[in-house]
């Protein structure tokens, strides 16, 4: 894995990444939703490769592009 995969982030840069308030990221991690995240020093952290790896679990197939 690179070292950009690698690369972690705080809460806000997280939420801004995945287009999403703060508020909402945070409310998704308490109820045990959402992307993978790291806990360091009471401080927590998400890796870009988690992040990504949510979006694509994300995704929603439709009838259209499953055609293509």
Do not use: C, Q, W
């Not at 806000?12 to 287009?19: I, K, M, S």
């Not at 020093?41 to 293509?68: I, P």
């Amino acid at each position: 894995m690179s070292a950009t995969a690698n690369a972690r982030v705080n809460g806000p840069e997280a939420a801004r990444y995945l287009g999403i308030s703060i508020s909402t990221l945070e409310k998704m991690r308490h109820e045990g939703r959402g992307p993978r995240y790291m806990k360091v020093g009471g401080r927590v952290f998400y890796r870009l490769s988690d992040l990504d790896a949510y979006l694509e679990r994300s995704v929603v197939e439709t009838a259209d592009s499953r055609a293509a």
